[in-house]
């Protein structure tokens, strides 16, 4: 199970702190995705179980993807927010395809994520 908390509406420039608690932290890799109504859902960031991290382009140098693997959580620090940021954010992570937790997997940063939380909304002002 995933858990979110943290969003919130801000306005733009304004920061936010995402939480994922898992009840049973990836062995492989762990995700941000976002999603608007009717558009597909898009990674953020990605960090893996060694602390490489991986950003998407329109969140580099803004976004920041941390973990406590003792405390099976991650975190997305958002920073300089922008309107087009607005979303309902979703922690991800990646699991065996067999594994009983598997749905739909999405390709982020050549990893397969498939196991999903239910999202934050996060809305950013202008």
């Known amino acids: 199970q995933l858990v979110e908390s943290g969003g919130g509406s801000v306005e733009s420039g304004g920061s936010l702190r995402l939480s994922c608690v898992a009840s049973d932290y990836s062995r492989y890799s762990m995700a941000w995705f976002r999603q608007t109504p009717g558009k597909e859902r898009e990674g953020v960031a990605r960090i893996d179980s060694d602390g490489n991290t991986y950003y998407a382009d329109y969140v580099l140098g803004r976004f920041t993807i941390s973990q406590d693997v003792s405390k099976n959580t991650s975190y997305l620090q958002m920073d300089a927010l922008k309107p087009e940021d607005t979303a309902m954010y979703y922690c991800?992570?990646?699991?065996?395809?067999?594994?009983?937790?598997?749905?739909?997997?999405?390709?982020?940063?050549?990893?397969?994520?498939?196991?999903w939380g239910q999202g934050t909304q996060v809305s950013v002002s202008s």
């Open positions: 991800a992570a990646v699991r065996n395809h067999n594994d009983r937790r598997a749905r739909a997997p999405v390709l982020f940063g050549g990893w397969l994520f498939n196991d």
